[in-house]
């Protein structure tokens, strides 16, 4: 099967579940990729349960014929395989006392001509997959193989391809705890060319006995790196096995990892990072399901220790991520990503793991690739308030604040947030400053607060430093640092005069001695809600929306559908007013507003509308916008857009209402 | 008896159609490039067709009512409600009237709205009607179409005397409706008016006597540069109305 398509590199996974035996556990197909491959070697060691089958394919995906050598097979080591061509090579081992298999193949032509694959069955105990591996793209000697579950009978399936006899030790540590429980073997040594079966089953219930469910086994040899293959192989139930795969924690292939999740039927997904290094490695990881990016927050990992990312739990019980998402419910597959927040040109560090296990199916999956160093990130500043507009008032300390965030892109496009807080995040930080605004980082860099000063206008700039990429395979690094500035937009404007957040508005009295408006208009006085003091600056009012009136059917007395548009000076009586003499606007207040129909209109409705069957109450509604005009600058803004004045009138009398506040008046 | 029920069926529909409320009616038709039709039905369907310019082309034009005479008037209250008052006064209107009027579609050059108003006056006033209009010119923007009956407009000579004080725009309408009112045939009624814009306008002192309907277009521009005057015959009443309303609603945009 040959699957291709478009996009970056890894951007899709894909792998086969093959069940060789009815009713019996499935196994993976691990994934073929040409970038996988650096020599035409490839080697593979399997634990050889009693009475099984191995069966190994060896494809030619190149257009010429290879020579294949397979040194598992005494009587047709060789075997030519013409282009496009996939081999199968059968063997039985009834009755045989063989407790281990190794295959060593090598070829002449192209590196990445040959994909192997093979598996091991038997009807007893399972299946489970033969991970072929070019010994030559390992660029570690450390090997892991992240998880093992205590309570399984485990077999671990060693092979020195080197001339020179190997020592090594096998390390276990507890996985999820800041204080893992470990637990050391005594050094073994295997002889050049050989390979061996070692049982860890005993190791493995003696850290159960001290309560440790699962553990992450560090193979630690004294072998170059292209001289040790390992595989573990973990007896679950049901003859279902499990294959770990041992992974080398070297930067370019490991360090950072994509795994599929999955909530059908009663599937559990699992997905752990563990950190082999001497040194603490901080990791970010996120979920993306449903169209939700789930952002864990930064986790460093310390050394010798292994962290679970629960995303089953934390989906059951909808815990909220630190943006405030949750993993939907009702989503049946995801991805989990992780990558290390290395700034250091670390060589090795962190290996990944997802287990996806169904009783169901009878499938215990490990998902543990790595991706390429082209997986790049991008990374950005975030402010979840933005710096343009109108700020309230001059000279004011933290005038606006707005949260700090770090937004990284990866090269699929996948998008998450993070607190300012790592300092590797960011490099030195740096808003430009005016007189008119200075907006700094504060609080460990996770807001920026913005003082006003004198007022005008002023864009914003932000110089900051951020990172692409990742670790390269020699150890290089193919991130860099980007140092830029960017326009984060404008203007921000700080007016003259404070600019309200609100007002409060007060019912005070029948309108007695408006010319026009008495005795049927009502007197509104109206109370700022703002910083300083706005006495002596303007109160304009204009339409926000078309009124309406429903009193009014012809034009003998016109439908009210507009405010008056009329200018009120803020803590000023209106000269020769008769009602501002008796509604007297004191500090940071403006008034009166008067609101309700005139004498004329009321009686009019009261008197014509029953004569024409047409229905009481009726009344007009005005959509008042509010606007302050300072006096120093001739700013106007508006600081209340859209308030309500009603006037409701019926056979007895109206009811006149500004922002809620209502008074009614008998009339006549 | 069912040939005799057919006339009382029909009767009876012809009765209520008029005893009711009709709802005006305004159509807008191109004619060739330069011209408009307006194709009005309403109790008064000059005042609609200026109603119309006013707030399609921002014009400031002011109306004023002729005194209808009784023959031009009906009564539309409705039945159920003469039932239960019987002998009161009803409520009346001017007769419906559905006309068509051609005008040149304006251009906004100078001189377009006393031309226009013009056209407009000429035709209604070939109509077989009592109810004559002319223009009357108060700046180059601002006009009012008056009406009269054998030359003789509700405000006539009416005129308002010279003011020592300042004032402030309430007082003035309240002191403008009193005076003029009382010159007139009926009295004068504040109708809709824009009382806090009104609150806060002073008007200077008045030198000399005005006629009211200067003395009231003054007071309109004077309290927004919107604003129109506007004055009705109240039929039903029998006095005048006089409002100051805005031409067209403006509402807010942000600058």
């Known amino acids: 099967m040959d699957l291709q398509y478009s996009g970056r590199v890894l951007e899709l996974g894909a792998q086969l579940t093959l069940y060789p035996i009815p009713d019996k556990g499935g196994l993976d197909s691990p994934r073929s990729l040409a970038i996988d491959s650096k020599s035409t070697e490839r080697a593979a060691v399997a634990w050889l349960p009693k009475e099984s089958d191995t069966v190994v394919a060896l494809s030619n995906v190149s257009s010429q014929v290879i020579n294949v050598r397979l040194s598992s097979e005494a009587d047709s080591p060789q075997v030519v395989i013409g282009p496009h061509e996939t081999i199968l090579r059968n063997h039985r081992f009834e009755g045989a006392s063989k407790e281990v298999i190794a295959f060593d193949a090598n070829y002449d032509g192209p590196v990445d001509a040959i994909r192997a694959f093979g598996y091991v069955k038997s009807w007893k105990s399972g299946s489970f997959p033969l991970r072929f591996s070019d010994p030559a793209a390992s660029t570690s000697s450390l090997l892991n193989a992240v998880g093992l579950r205590t309570t399984a009978p485990t077999h671990i399936a060693l092979q020195n391809l080197s001339d020179q006899p190997v020592e090594y030790h096998l390390h276990l540590a507890e996985i999820g705890s800041e204080k893992p429980k470990t637990l050391d073997s005594a050094p073994s040594h295997l002889r050049p060319h050989t390979e061996e079966v070692v049982s860890i089953t005993s190791p493995l219930r003696q850290m159960m006995a001290m309560g440790v469910e699962r553990a992450t086994l560090t193979l630690k040899t004294d072998a170059d790196a292209r001289s040790f293959v390992a595989a573990a192989t973990q007896e679950l139930q049901n003859a279902l096995l499990e294959d770990v795969p041992f992974r080398p924690s070297n930067p370019r292939l490991i360090m950072r990892g994509a795994y599929p999740l999955r909530w059908t039927e009663d599937y559990t997904n699992f997905p752990m990072v563990a950190n082999v290094s001497n040194a603490p ?9 449903g169209g939700v990016t789930y952002t864990f927050s930064l986790r460093t990992v310390a050394p010798d220790t292994t962290t679970v990312f629960d995303v089953d739990q934390l989906r059951a019980k909808q815990t909220p991520d630190i943006n405030g998402k949750v993993i939907p419910l009702d989503a049946k597959f995801g991805k989990f990503h992780w990558a290390p927040m290395v700034r250091t040109p670390t060589t090795l560090g962190l290996s990944g793991r997802n287990e996806e296990y169904s009783l169901i199916n009878n499938r215990a999956s490990s998902f543990s690739c790595q991706i390429a160093c082209e997986y790049e990130n991008e990374s950005y500043p975030y402010f979840d308030n933005g710096f343009e507009g109108l700020y309230k008032a001059p000279f004011q300390t933290a005038a606006r604040t707005s949260g700090a965030y770090q937004g990284i892109w990866d090269s699929y496009g996948n998008y998450a947030t993070y607190p300012i807080s790592d300092p590797y995040m960011f490099g030195t930080p740096h808003f430009d400053t005016t007189t008119v605004l200075n907006a700094f980082l504060q609080g460990n860099n996770t807001t920026v607060q913005s003082d006003t000063g004198n007022y005008g206008t002023t864009n ?3 110089n900051w430093v951020s990172y692409n990429g990742q670790p390269s395979e020699d150890g290089s690094f193919c991130e860099y640092p980007l140092a830029a500035s960017e326009d984060l937009g404008g203007p921000g404007q700080v007016p003259a005069c404070p600019i309200p957040d609100d007002e409060s508005t007060s019912y005070v009295r029948q309108a007695l001695v408006d010319p026009v408006g008495a005795p049927t208009a009502s007197d509104f006085l109206q109370t700022l809600v703002t910083v300083g003091n706005d006495d002596g600056n303007k109160i304009i009012e204009s339409n926000n929306a078309y009124g309406s009136d429903s009193c009014s059917y012809d034009q003998t007395f016109p439908p009210i559908i507009s405010v008056s548009m009329t200018t009120w000076t803020i803590g000023q009586v209106t000269p020769n007013y008769p009602e501002a003499q008796v509604v007297i606007p004191g500090h940071n207040q403006w008034g009166p507003d008067v609101v309700g129909y005139g004498p004329g209109a009321v009686r009019y409705f009261q008197l014509n509308r029953p004569k024409l069957g047409l229905s009481m109450p009726c009344g007009f509604s005005l959509h008042q916008n509010l606007e302050i005009q300072c006096v120093q600058d001739g700013t106007r803004t508006s600081y209340k857009p859209n308030n309500s004045l009603t006037s409701t009138i019926d056979g007895t ?8 506040k209502c008074s009614r008046f008998t009339y006549p | 008896m069912k040939i005799k029920l057919v006339p009382l069926v029909l009767l009876a529909n012809v009765v209520f159609m008029h005893c009711q409320l009709r709802q005006r009616t305004m159509h807008v038709t191109s004619e060739e490039a330069t011209g408009l039709i307006l194709s009005v039905g309403s109790y008064t369907p000059l005042k609609d067709a200026i109603d119309y310019l006013n707030h399609e082309y921002g014009w400031l034009v002011s109306y004023e009512d002729p005194l209808y005479l009784d023959s031009q008037v009906e009564d539309i209250a409705v039945p159920s409600w003469r039932k239960a ?17 051609r005008i040149t579609k304006p251009t906004g050059q100078a001189g377009d709205q006393v031309k226009i108003l013009g056209e407009l006056v000429q035709q209604y006033n070939q109509l077989n009607r009592e109810d004559k209009f002319s223009v009357r010119t108060f700046s180059k923007t601002r006009t009012a179409v008056v009406g009269n009956i054998r030359g003789v407009d509700v405000m006539g000579h009416a005129t308002v005397l010279p003011q020592k004080l300042e004032r402030n725009g309430s007082e003035e309408m309240r002191r403008l409706t009193e005076e003029c009112g009382a010159q007139m045939r009926m009295r004068l009624v504040i109708g809709t008016v824009p009382i806090n814009a009104l609150a806060h306008i002073i008007i200077p002192p008045r030198k000399t006597a005005f006629p009211c309907s200067d ?13 129109i005057y506007q004055v009705m015959d109240d039929i039903t009443d029998q006095m005048f109305v006089v409002s100051i309303i805005p031409n067209r609603v403006v509402l807010h945009s942000e600058p």
């Open chain 1, 460 to 462: 914003f700039h932000y």
């Open chain 2, 215 to 227: 003395a009231f277009d003054a007071l309109t521009e004077k309290t927004g540069d919107n604003l």
């Open chain 1, 653 to 660: 009398g109206l009811t006149n209402c500004r922002s809620g």
């Open chain 1, 281 to 289: 490695m901080t990791v970010r990881a996120y979920a993306i399901v």
């Open chain 2, 85 to 101: 008052h019987p002998g009161e006064r009803g409520f009346y209107v001017p007769k419906w009237t559905e006309l068509k009027l």
